[in-house]
């Protein structure tokens, strides 16, 4: 299931920034006392009594030049088209603004839960400060320190009351996929292609597809699949979407709910900072991979064009060297009738466990190939490796000391696995951990 979503909205240098980092439990957006400087990662996963929860800081989302209000306007429905829970973000330092006013009215139409959170409340003199906010109609101002760390637990708690509880139906045996890409890559048209029928509206200006849509069918061995259209936004109001870092942002809601993730290019275009960008997330998520180069067709062909662009993948996209490659064309179906069964194959190596007592005779004769490594003297030793997950297929390996498995040697024993079983389209993870 997708993970409920918290956006954190609010003028510029109200702190936005340093409580999406606080919340998210590591140093992800930029922080410097300039409005408008965050430019970084604007998306992460945070957990608080339990629960996991995506993060979105909409104030990374950049909207160019438009005016200042403007963007604030935008990113605060941004927010309301994304999140299931709000936390509105002020400054006790300057007060309730203008600004603060404009957004607290946008919010309070958005029928969300919204969790009023008056910043720089660092002393507990200034809390007598943050009653004014009571003025904006959104309820009980929470104080809270983002520099400190103060106060944050107050508004998760409350923020955790309203995630629902209702999940996502998991059908037995259907494999859920998605189609990632930067805009005019032709996810929608590949959508079209595989469906044999116009389910989605194509056009070759970038970001226009607007409706989400998920979508049920069986390939003709009798496998179901689960189709979910990464390209499809839902439009509220005049939601600003066409900004790289919306699209990403639109993209991980996807990568989170499905098991196998293709990452489409325009094999007219190339390979873009962009493609790298989003199909990192998909790769830290353990998910599926396939890499599908569209619009084949269109490209101009020497005698090794395709092999010289599977390198140029293979150079780009180093973490994705167990990701298998498909050209294809959503104009003249090429190859596509092979899509269904390439995910097939992935989702059952996502799903494939190894026993035991092979993985250790797979442990034991990759160290007799290559020793384990020493440090200062100290010898890594392997006692015993089991897998303990799969979706993706994570082993933990038992030695004694863990420091001493460098990711050197541990992608080493990956690949020793990877001879064995293939394991092609899914990451797949080694963890050392000390034998107690």
Not at 8 to 22: A, E
Not at 313 to 335: G, M, N, W
Not at 378 to 398: D, N
Request: aromatic share 8%; no cysteine; glycine share 8%.
């Amino acid at each position: 299931m997708a993970n409920p979503t918290l956006a954190i909205v609010g003028r510029p240098n109200v702190g936005k920034s340093t409580i999406f980092n606080r919340i998210a439990g590591e140093r992800i957006s930029i922080v410097e006392d300039t409005p408008g400087v965050t430019r970084d990662r604007i998306y992460a996963n945070g957990e608080w009594l339990g629960r996991d929860f995506s993060i979105i800081d909409t104030g990374g989302i950049d909207l160019g030049d438009e005016p200042f209000m403007d963007q604030i306007k935008h990113q605060a429905e941004i927010a309301i088209d994304e999140a299931d829970v709000i936390i509105f973000v002020t400054s006790a330092k300057e007060g309730v603004t203008d600004a603060d006013e404009m957004v607290a009215r946008i919010l309070y139409r958005s029928n969300k839960p919204v969790i009023l959170a008056v910043n720089k409340v660092d002393n507990p003199e200034m809390r007598a400060e943050i009653y004014e906010f009571y003025s904006l109609g959104l309820g009980d101002p929470y104080p809270i320190s983002g520099s400190h760390g103060l106060g944050l637990g107050d508004v998760l708690d409350e923020a955790v009351k309203h995630f629902s509880d209702e999940m996502e139906e998991d059908d037995e045996g259907v494999i859920k996929f998605s189609l990632i890409g930067r805009p005019n890559v032709g996810k929608s048209s590949l959508i079209n292609a595989i469906l044999g029928e116009d389910r989605v509206i194509v056009s070759d200006i970038e970001g226009t597809t607007r409706d989400a849509i998920d979508t049920h069918f069986s390939s003709e061995d009798g496998q179901e699949f689960l189709m979910i259209d990464t390209a499809g936004m839902r439009k509220r109001g005049k939601v600003y979407e066409s900004t790289e870092k919306y699209s990403v942002m639109r993209a991980m809601r996807a990568i989170e709910r499905s098991d196998v993730v293709l990452m489409v290019l325009n094999g007219q275009e190339g390979i873009r900072e962009q493609d790298k960008r989003v199909a990192g997330y998909a790769h830290e998520a353990g998910k599926g991979m396939i890499i599908v180069v569209n619009k084949w067709d269109l490209v101009e062909k020497e005698t090794n064009t395709m092999r010289d662009f599977e390198a140029e993948i293979r150079e780009e996209f180093q973490y994705l060297d167990y990701a298998p490659i498909i050209f294809v064309s959503a104009v003249t179906k090429q190859r596509l009738n092979k899509l269904p069964e390439l995910i097939e194959e992935v989702s059952m190596n996502q799903n494939l466990r190894v026993p035991s007592a092979v993985l250790n005779d797979i442990i034991m004769d990759a160290v007799a190939i290559n020793p384990t490594p020493t440090d200062k003297g100290k010898r890594l030793k392997i006692f015993y490796a089991t897998q303990v997950a799969v979706k993706p297929p994570t082993f933990i390996i038992f030695v004694n000391e863990e420091e001493l498995m460098h990711f050197s040697y541990a992608r080493f024993l990956e690949n020793q696995i990877r001879k064995a079983f293939t394991f092609e389209g899914t990451p797949i993870r080694v963890i050392p951990r000390r034998r107690k």
